[in-house]
């Protein structure tokens, strides 16, 4: 029997062909093209016809297709349509600012949510973790450009404590750029992330077999770090992995707010002046991103509770 | 004689409710001693005790002295009794099966407990007979198959070295010959001069190991060193002549589709109006294959089937008369219940469906049915979850009944029954089968099979190796496994010690 591992690296191919397709037809539906939005005011139709011509566009859906993820698979994401440059390098120049945010947030959400989830889920329905439970359900329920709103009006405008938005410069070398946004980032992620922890730790602790290794004699601590824990983070990882994904595509707001140039701005601005090779481009890096981190994310599950040796 | 634990006048009570009432049993190193009883008669109640161990809101009271220790007194669980888990009393849970750790090798845990209790797992490992080298035990639980993992529980039990080992209905889901092997390696484990504690329904098991018996009802010693009767199996009526009213020829089934994973082979079977065919062989052998075919579940199947000469189809192309003629109650049954509904109306459900009876009219049958049966209308008003296997179990049959049935097949149903239930149940199959249903009976004990059964059909690795009457089959087995299962149905009978030495549990799942 082939091992887990190899099957589910062969479904994330698959996953990925499928992908690749989606991602092409998706943004083929965008209304209107690069050749219109650009030269309606100063060009005639016939100008407009010969634009489209070199660039592509009046090729049919399957060429441009096959076209587009040939040139893919050798690493060229084509050219922007607006700017000219390669498509590689906007994702390249908007990406750092979305991983530093990503990894930083996640470097201190991690290990506060599982801290607390523990915390959470060995005291089950007592008064310590009814508190945080009801503090973490009513964070998760707010907006997160309300979040971001009030912090940068306390913080920035009336202590004037923290920069309000991006002013140029490395986000690493000035960490007070990142307080704010990460702070916005932080309430959501580590509320869902925890609450998952706490049921995986509530789960494990009811479990048989917890109950015959204490009654075998393991003391309380060596019971918690080693037989329940890899249990509870099974629920955990999955959703650290939704949360990596999210961060990775979903933090336009934030990046909105505090004026950083992330990936989700970008992305934006090429749905927004019809650039499809940058649009394809992004969403193709952003996918493939996702399938890494879900695959890495079963691994990892599959490794801590190898219940699953064949995927069903 | 050296006693490793004196229990004297332990109670437990939650609030008012009182579960154990001055129970007292004594446990000797290197004996047997017995807690019978049926199901919530605190029997596990009791034996938790010795390891100071309760359920929420119930107070433990009275006197429990363990190999010297005092784990329980007048003031309830004393601070010594956490000192005994394990390294004085290991408990080995009904299913310990599931008592393994999924995430954890089994090496892991059995140095863990070495290291906390100074034992030795090689020692453990040999003496619950697993193979001991190391691929075995980097193995995880789930590579092992269900007979393995219950001697990977016991090795984990052995190597904390404890002076007494608690069991609890070990011979749960057993198969006969299996249990049999249990019998002996039970009795090389007192032999080591380890006391033992054995809770069990089972009087067969108790009968052929325990020097010391107690017999508890409803929290209470009821008897001590005298077991209850075993009810008398009614003998096997005579069979009804006439037609066969369900035949399968030439039945092959698989597991995986176009005949691949094959695990019935080209069986054939009669059963007429008013008979019963039993059907024996062990865990593995196609039985439930066999069952499920003929009650239309198992699709993957070549052959005919026929009832009263006409082709049976698969369950979901069955009209509505053919789901009510044919029944099918299988051995797990908790998950057949919708877990929100109370069990009574499920029951009745089947006679509204399959008969057209009013809510009201359907109620009423099933309460009554359900109450011959022994579960009382008040247990049967509640949810599934807050009725005992046993009771499920009844229930499962009950429902089956409701619909009025030309045949029954019954996979295994009183595994979790006591012989009282037991009786019970071969009391309405009998009644059954006088108003002319035709009973497939599928187990694995000869004995009941041949008390139920007019003819016997022997299963073994998926082929029909041998048929007849119950008389010539337990009288004159011609096969090797029939041979074996006639031995394994006497383990209660003190007069001839069964003898079996070649470990045939099932192989290591890869």
Known sequence: ?312 | MTLVVRVTGLSATAGDAVLVDGVSFEVVAGEVTALVGVSGSGKTTSALALLGEHGDGVRLAGRVEVAGQLVVDGNGVTAAASTVRGRVVAYMPQHPGSALNPARRIGTTLQELAKLHDGDPREAVRAAQLPGDRATLKRFPHQFSGGQRQRVALAQTLTCRPKVLVLDEPSTGLDSITRLQLVHELRELAATGLGILLLSHDLDLVRALASRVVVLDAGQVIATDVLPPAPDLETAGTSAAGQPLLTAMNLSASLRPRGRDVVLHEADLAVRAGACLGVVGRSGSGKTTLARCLAGLHERYTGTILLDDEPLPVLRKRTRDQHRRVQYVWQEVRGSFDERRPVDQQVARTAQRLRGLTPDQAHAEAVAILARLGVAAITAARPPSRLSGGELQRAALARAVLANPDVLICDEITTALDDHGTALVLDLLTELKDRGTALIWIGHDLRLVAAVADRVLVLDAGRVVEQGPPATITTEPHHELTRRLVTAARIGDPHSPPVLTTDSRSEPRR
């Open chain 1, 1 to 312: 029997m082939r091992s887990y591992a190899a099957q589910r690296a062969g479904l994330a191919i698959v996953q990925l062909a499928v992908l690749s397709v989606l991602v092409f037809v998706l943004t083929s539906l965008l209304p209107g093209d690069a050749a219109d939005l650009r030269f309606t005011e100063t060009l005639t139709p016939s100008q407009v016809a010969a634009l489209r011509a070199e660039l592509g566009l009046d090729q049919p859906p399957v060429e441009r297709f096959v076209h587009w993820l040939g040139n893919v698979v050798t690493g060229d994401l084509g050219t922007s349509l607006i700017s000219g440059g390669p498509v590689a390098d906007i994702v390249r120049n908007s990406i750092g600012a979305t991983l530093v945010l990503t990894l930083a947030t996640l470097a201190i959400v991690v290990p506060l949510a599982v801290a607390l989830g523990i915390v959470m889920g060995t005291r089950e329905n007592g008064r310590v973790d009814r508190t945080i439970t009801s503090i973490t359900l009513a964070l998760s329920a707010i907006p997160d450009f309300v979040i971001a709103v009030v912090l940068v009006a306390v913080f920035s405008l009336k202590l004037g404590w923290l920069p309000a938005t991006w002013i140029g410069g490395n986000l690493l070398s000035s960490p007070a750029l990142l307080i704010l946004p990460i702070a916005v980032l932080f309430g959501r992620t580590v509320c869902l992330l925890s609450r998952q922890v706490r049921a995986g730790t509530v789960a494990a602790l009811n479990a048989e077999y917890v109950t015959q290794a204490r009654r075998l004699g393991v003391p309380r601590r060596q019971l918690l770090l080693r037989h329940v824990l890899p249990n509870a983070a099974v629920p955990g990882v999955q959703e650290l992995a939704r949360t990596g994904d999210t961060l990775l595509g979903g933090v336009l707001v934030v990046e909105a707010i505090f004026a950083i140039p992330g990936f989700a701005t970008a992305l934006v601005d090429g749905v927004e002046t019809r650039d499809i090779p940058t649009v394809q481009g992004l969403t193709l890096v952003l996918a493939i991103a996702a399938l890494l981190i879900n695959l890495a994310a079963d691994l990892v599950c599959n490794r801590l509770v190898p219940r699953t040796e064949a995927l069903r």
